[in-house]
């Protein structure tokens, strides 16, 4: 599975974004996908994973209720809304396919080559 991560920007506090990640590939639906950001000097951190068929989410706490991930099968794309934007979540974000549903980085098998976020104070 090859990934193509997209809509990254920059953005003032309070603003939205809409990431988006495209998958190659007939097996798409088959895998957790999941969005992950990573700061300047931190690590990579889990954001938010999708079930297979989309049913389930789950987010980290600090992005909960500002940030909604979904995916459509029918065009092998995962996105995530991001509102509410705040300075703190200013990172590059990867998606990422993998085969289980965790929150840990080496869990994801395949991964997109990230988008830039800036969320501007």
Known sequence: VQLQASGGGLVQAGGSLRLSCAASGRTFSR???????????K????????????????????????FTISR????????????????????????????SHSTLVSRYNYWGQGTQVTVSS
């Open 72 to 99: 459509d099968n029918a065009k092998n794309t995962v996105y995530l809304q991001m509102n509410l934007l705040k300075p703190e979540d200013s990172a590059v974000y990867y998606c990422a396919a993998g085969g």
């Open 31 to 41: 895998y957790v996908m999941g969005w992950f950001r990573q700061a300047p000097g």
């Open 43 to 66: 690590e990579r951190e889990f954001v938010s994973r999708i079930s297979e068929t989309g049913y389930h989410a789950y987010y980290t706490d600090s992005v909960k209720g500002r």
